[in-house]
């Protein structure tokens, strides 16, 4: 199986910087895409940023210009670098991969990282 291990999260400042790691291992010949979905309290889960194995990328409105999003597909590992953070931001964040199991199959499966706590407050 597939496991999507996070990290990273933690508490900063408004105005601060935090980069996320996670890393895809198991059954993979490829994740197309792969990026972050967030969950701020009392709200449904929300897209953040993905990104394809060729690097297209796909941000939220709320985050274009100060968060970036970079692959290592070698690694099967996708970051986050989050810049000018602000209070709103304050959500479990969760890593998402959606995996291709071989080259031959159209089989696909979407996985999730457990999530990790990022809170903005002074």
């Known amino acids: 199986q597939v496991q999507l291990m996070e990290s990273g999260g933690d508490l900063v400042q408004p105005g601060g910087s935090l980069r996320l790691s996670c890393a895809a291992s198991g059954r993979i010949f490829s994740i197309n895409p792969m990026g972050w979905y967030r969950q701020p309290p009392g709200k449904e889960r929300e897209l953040v940023a993905t990104m394809t194995s060729g690097g297209s990328t796909n941000y939220a409105d709320s985050v274009k210009g100060r968060f970036t999003i970079s692959r290592d597909n070698a690694k099967n590992t996708v970051f986050l670098q989050m810049n000018s953070l602000k209070p709103e931001d304050t959500a479990v964040y969760y890593c998402?991969?959606?995996?291709?199991?071989?080259?031959?199959?159209?089989?696909?499966?979407?996985?999730w990282g457990q999530g990790t706590q990022v809170t903005v407050s002074s």
């Open positions: 998402y991969a959606n995996v291709w199991l071989s080259m031959s199959s159209p089989k696909q499966d979407a996985y």
